[in-house]
């Protein structure tokens, strides 16, 4: 096959991730979700990508994610100690062969230069995708490890909405010990003001 690589977000003939899909992802100010630090809506490129990644498997993709966060919120960002993630359900995880935000935490202590441990678990087994708005408010709860000695920890999420599932996971490793939580995803889901 000549031409067998495809831009994940555009489908033109290159390997990765093109010049003009990362461009259109990072046309926007920061979506603004209360307590969560995200890089870019979660529309149009941005949805695709994440769609790669989650469905097709398309880890350097997180690679990507890792460089725009990183690049994103440096700024807003006080240094972690530790990165963490919001785990997906062991169904979905062991379905798809990963946990996407495993592989973007993974990416993102990779910029940063600062450890990736798994500090959660998630203790029901109900996933979001395809549940109404007020299924998701209730949502997946977790237990976090002891985290008497992690100091900052970074906890990463792929995508956004309301802010309540990274919550939670921070509430867990808050009583766990954690000192401070910062919250940050790639994408976060517009808000309907901001919706074009
Ligand atoms: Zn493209």
Redesign the pocket.
């Known amino acids: 096959m000549l031409f067998s690589y495809r ?6 003939h ?1 390997r990765g ?6 461009q ?1 992802m990072l046309q926007h100010d920061l979506p603004s979700v209360p307590g969560v630090l995200a890089a870019v809506r979660y529309e149009n ?1 941005a949805r695709q990508l994440v769609h790669g990644l989650k469905f097709h498997n398309h880890r350097g993709i997180a690679a990507l994610f890792g460089e725009v966060m990183v690049e994103r919120l440096r700024s807003d960002l006080e240094m972690p100690n530790v990165v963490t993630w919001a785990p997906t359900s062991k169904q979905r995880a062991h379905k798809r062969g990963h946990d996407q935000a495993e592989l973007i935490a993974r990416a993102v202590s990779l910029q940063l230069g600062v450890p990736c441990r798994q500090l959660l678990r998630r203790t029901s087994s109900t996933s979001q995708t395809g549940q109404s708005r007020s299924t998701r408010l209730v949502g997946p709860t977790f237990v976090a490890r002891a985290c008497a000695n992690v100091g900052r920890v970074l906890l990463i999420d792929d995508v956004v909405t309301t802010g309540s599932t990274l919550g939670r996971a921070a509430t867990a490793l808050r009583e766990a010990g954690a000192i401070h939580v910062t919250c940050a995803a790639f994408a976060a889901t517009p808000a309907p003001s901001e919706r074009r």
């Open positions: 831009c994940d977000g555009c489908s033109r290159i991730v093109c010049a003009h899909c990362k259109v490129t």
